[in-house]
């Protein structure tokens, strides 16, 4: 039989990870979007021009980093599992290149 104080603290963990999971975030669809609009930008370029497609990706890390700095680290990862997502449908080798 469990103790009152641990399924006090079960009880209060299993509510830490609800609100976590059900919380959501207020950023999180233009996380998305932003997100397939930057990785499409990659996919798209020249891919001779690797100066261009350093630029894309820093640019992607920037966007994503304004969803860090608003504190928003479930957007900063949606952001980047999107990303990482559309690349690696629609230009496997460069998704093998890029996510090494």
Not at 23 to 49: C, K, M, P, T
């Amino acid at each position: 039989m469990l103790k009152t104080g641990k399924v006090k603290a079960l009880f209060l963990s299993m509510l830490a990870v609800l609100a976590v999971a059900c919380g959501g975030s207020e950023y999180i669809e233009e996380a998305r979007e932003r997100a397939i609009v930057a990785a499409q930008a990659l996919v798209n370029s020249n891919h001779d021009d690797i100066m261009e497609m350093e630029r894309l990706i820093l640019d992607a890390k920037s966007i994503q980093s304004e969803y860090i700095l608003k504190g928003d680290t479930l957007a900063a990862r949606e952001f980047d599992t999107c990303f990482q997502n559309y690349v690696t449908a629609n230009d496997s080798q460069l998704a093998k290149e890029i996510f090494k």
